[in-house]
């Protein structure tokens, strides 16, 4: 059969590239299964410091057998290698761009740009369902999420919740975003997920496991692996709120993600600098934190605090 242009035999494992430009190519891995079934693409390192998924990738490669599969894998361990490489919070060094901001992408566009292309002209076409591993970059602190698609096609997005239900992180957060990996993925007939996990740029043992069983769990419901699973109890986000910084200036958060703040706690203060009355972020409903910036130092349009309610 062929996966991603290139030819490959049921029971096989191989790595290859996709050039991007001349300069530049996305490793990828492909798993045939020695049976026939679905295809799910899974990818890490979008952004570079996130790197729960990084971790969990780099394993499954070594992990993943081909005899017991039903169906075919498509990794993409280090979308943005570079930012990884160098440490490069949230972008592609580059071009200084937020790939998960750059998509659908351009063939004759900055790198960022000429990534998310490709991936769209080489990746999407063989996919039933998609993956997107994240966790909180070095200045995030976020308690264990999945995004779930609702700009896609009902049966899309319908698809997509149903495999984010598989899942066990507590909360599903219901996202209108149109130009990440993702979310451009479902608006191509994919269904698909973000999944966060892992927080401050950091990764531990536990949480790189729970990611490993996060992609074992999507494998199960699409009938690639024959492991069952229990479900958790997961609970959806009916309404959230993100608040974004108004002033140049300093962050002060007073709260934990996971916790839950009523209706007029105090969140955080923003200190403008460099002088100025300081500004009170309140919540305006009850609901449990999600995520938060933990950098001193914001401007205006920087998200500092996402909470919601179920």
């Not at 059969?1 to 494992?13: A, D, P, V």
């Not at 066990?168 to 996990?197: C, D, F, H, M």
Request: charge should be negative; hydrophobic fraction near 40%.
């Amino acid at each position: 059969m062929i996966l991603c242009g290139h030819k490959i035999e049921r029971g096989e494992k191989k790595y290859i590239k996709i050039h991007v430009n001349e300069e530049y190519a996305l490793d990828v891995i492909l798993y045939c299964g020695a049976f026939p079934g679905k295809t799910l693409v899974v990818a890490a390192g979008v952004h570079g410091c996130e790197y729960v998924g990084i971790e969990a990738i780099k394993r499954l490669i070594k992990e993943l057998n081909t005899e017991r599969l039903s169906g075919n894998v498509i990794i993409l361990p280090l979308v943005n290698a570079q930012g990884f490489l160098s440490g490069a919070k949230q972008v592609v060094p580059e071009d200084n761009v937020n790939l998960n901001r750059a998509f659908p992408g351009r063939q004759d566009g900055t790198l960022s740009e000429q990534i998310a292309y490709t991936i769209e002209k080489e990746i999407y076409p063989y996919a039933d369902f998609l993956i997107d591993l994240h966790s909180g970059d070095i200045n995030e602190s976020l308690f264990p999420l999945v995004f779930i698609p609702s700009v896609g096609d009902d049966e899309v997005n319908r698809l997509a919740l149903e495999g984010a239900k598989m899942l066990s992180v507590p909360y599903r957060v219901r996202s209108t975003a149109k130009n990440g990996l993702y979310s451009w993925a479902v608006q191509k007939g994919v269904p698909s997920l973000l999944i966060e996990r892992g927080e401050g740029g950091r990764w531990s043992e536990l949480e790189v496991a729970d990611c490993m069983e996060d992609v074992y769990r999507i494998m199960s419901y699409l009938s690639i692996s024959e492991q069952k699973f229990k479900l958790v109890q997961q609970q959806e986000i009916a309404k959230a709120k993100y608040e974004e910084s108004t002033v140049y200036g300093y962050w002060y958060p007073k709260i934990t993600a996971g916790n839950f703040v009523s209706e007029g706690d105090i969140l955080g203060v923003l200190q403008p600098y460099p002088k100025g009355k300081p500004v009170e972020i309140k919540a305006e409903f009850d609901g449990v934190i999600l995520y938060y910036t933990t950098a001193l130092g914001v401007q205006p349009g920087d998200a500092i605090v996402a909470y919601g309610r179920t």
